[in-house]
């Protein structure tokens, strides 16, 4: 498991590796946060490509993020869902109130565009 | 064959992944399809998660019990806390309904969309026990018997 960060200008871009569950959701938390509030962070790209499982825990602390964001008129992006994990985020309604893309590449280049 | 497994562990958020993992194993000496298995995973990672963050308040000096029993075509799951236990098994059946801040209240609508059958015990004071049953689509397991 692990979460990498990185900035693209004001994009917070986070790669998460492993089982978004309760654990790695705690965790996303206490490294995302402190960003979001220090650095006035607008846009958040979500690398999902290195998570293989996701539950309703992993969902919860992305929804968090939409919350928290949306007050400052920020966004998330997600990049690089794959399969299973992308069918949890569909069933749960999240393409309807963030992006999806392919690649990281694409969100970022939509991020800059948007 | 049938099989029965019994495992008691911890209500630390850590055992979660521990839980799913024995589950999606035994679930794989079966005829289930890989979606199957990622089904059921999610629902015993919702069960897990349910005990130590509503029966236990996130305390994890609780205890759990995961009971699983395969048989030809079908998976029985259940999972036990001693907890608190659930005021309205009802609404905590709501979609988007949680006591808790940040939670999706997905965890009950994942275990029912996910499985065949879902039952909830719950008694105030006492504990909880979820039971989840997925069956084998024979449809599936005849398709891949005739491809091997």
Redesign the interface.
Known sequence: MGLEKKYDRDTLVIKVTG?L???VA?EFRRVVDPELERRQVKNLVINLNGVS?I???G???I??RYKKLLQTGGKIWIAEPRP?VR??LE??GFPRIMPFFDSEKQALEAVREA | MDNKIKLEFSSLPDNVALARLVIAALAAQMEFTLSDVEELKVAVSEAVSNCIIHGYDNRPDGLIVLEAWKSLDRIKVSVTDQGKGIEDIGKAMEPAFSTKPERMGLGFVFMQSFMDDLEVDSKLGQGTMVTLTKKIDSSQAQLRTSHN
């Open positions: 089982e569950d309760l654990v705690d499982f539950d309703s825990s969902l919860g602390v929804l968090g299973p069918k949890i069933l749960s």
